[in-house]
T-cell receptor, first 117, second 111 residues
Framework: GAGVSQSPSNKVTEKGKDVELRCDPI?????LYWYRQSLGQGLEFLIY????????KSGLPSDRFSAERTGGSVSTLTIQRTQQEDSAVYLC???????????????FGPGTRLTVL | KNQVEQSPQSLIILEGKNCTLQ??????????LRWYKQDTGRGPVSLTI?????NTKSNGRYTATLDADTKQSSLHITASQLSDSASYIC??????????FGAGTILRVKS
């Protein structure tokens, strides 16, 4: 498959537990983004990786959220001590270009639906 | 404040009918505007991209318009099909800034 893949597709966890969400971008794409999509809301930017540069973490809602991108490819979004308000669909996207929010199309994965009980 | 507002929130139409979705934005300075289609349980897929100088762009039965003066865009769907049922998201990019996403319009096409 040539698209962006994410795992798991669904995750149910208990309040207070930690979760890890995985994103495999399209091969060769240098840019990778994480978004959160809550019911009835627009996509909310979380974090952006571009090559070996320091990530743009300005969208992370709290210090419970962190993300890594290893070897410029796979990325993991970690949410510690999950809260019920963290329940949402977490989308990952990748892009081939170096202009982070310009004309380069972002290709989205199918998302991970997180439910915190 | 950079914002993108879409209307209507949801829409139900009969198969074969046309419809138009609206997007108003206050993003500045404007770089480009994309319409995405998001099927249930899937990630968004880009339909069209429009820059400041473009006022119409088509992709099959989808036609997007842009009025940069009034900061409005529309997405017109012609001869709707059941497979058009999805959420349609308007995304505006500001130069040197982040993407601003609208909340989307949920379209349901009934037979």
């Amino acid at each position: 498959g040539a698209g962006v893949s994410q795992s798991p597709s669904n995750k149910v966890t208990e309040k207070g537990k930690d979760v890890e969400l995985r994103c495999d971008p399209i091969s060769g794409h240098t840019a990778l983004y994480w978004y959160r999509q809550s019911l009835g809301q627009g996509l909310e930017f979380l974090i952006y990786f571009q090559g070996n540069s320091a990530p743009d973490k300005s969208g992370l809602p709290s210090d419970r959220f962190s993300a890594e991108r290893t070897g410029g490819s796979v990325s993991t979004l970690t949410i510690q001590r999950t809260q019920q308000e963290d329940s949402a669909v977490y989308l990952c996207a990748s892009s081939p270009g170096t202009n982070p929010f310009g004309d380069n199309e972002q290709f989205f994965g199918p998302g991970t639906r997180l439910t915190v009980l | 404040k950079n914002q993108v507002e879409q209307s209507p929130q949801s829409l139900i139409i009969l198969e074969g009918k046309n419809c138009t979705l609206q997007c108003n934005y206050t993003v500045s300075p404007f770089s480009n505007l994309r319409w995405y289609k998001q099927d249930t349980g899937r990630g968004p897929v880009s339909l069209t991209i429009m820059t400041f100088s473009e006022n119409t762009k088509s992709n099959g039965r989808y036609t997007a318009t842009l009025d940069a003066d009034t900061k409005q865009s529309s997405l017109h769907i012609t001869a709707s099909q059941l497979s058009d049922s999805a959420s349609y998201i308007c995304v505006v990019s500001a130069r040197g800034n982040k993407l601003v996403f609208g909340a989307g319009t949920i379209l349901r096409v009934k037979s």
